[in-house]
């Protein structure tokens, strides 16, 4: 089985990340998405503004708004957000490893995140494990990068009121927990 890792802070999770959610597994390009939402991101110049567990049941939820022939190959996995201290990638995928030892593991990074991943904790060892699949986003260039036709969308416009671009759960959790008000 190709299991694909797509993690990041999703704060929220946004129609964007559905997209490429939904086109990776009907294009069959992975056959099982393991959604990871970040615990405490390096990479990033801030903290996420919603909690673990809060940006956990995002995740949950917009799962579930996915057509049932998507969401079945999809699953939330704590694992980052339940980690004390930092969260690498590599342990990740180290534990992921160890939890599905006979799948290809595919890890799916943003054309924005690639830029940086000579930054990344032991990004040697993390290529030498992984098969990486590097998703064309809006206004990055990265060679050999798949266009699925990303959505221009960032969860910083969402936070900003900038964009109503979420699943129907996921609003209505972030308006019963006032997040993201201003």
Known sequence: MRLGLYGGTFDPIHNGHL??????????????????PAGEPRLRSSAPHATGAQRRMMCQLAIKDLPADVSVKVEVNPIEILRIGPSYTIDTVEAVKQAYPDDEIVLIVGSDAYEKIDQWHRVDELLQLVTLEVIQRPGYFADSA???????????????????QLSPSVAAYIKENNLYVS
């Open 19 to 36: 997209h490429v959610i939904t086109r990776l597994i009907t294009e069959r390009i992975v056959d099982h998405i393991l959604v990871i």
């Open 146 to 164: 798949r266009d699925i036709d990303a959505i221009d969308l960032s969860a910083t416009q969402v936070r900003l009121h900038q964009s109503d």
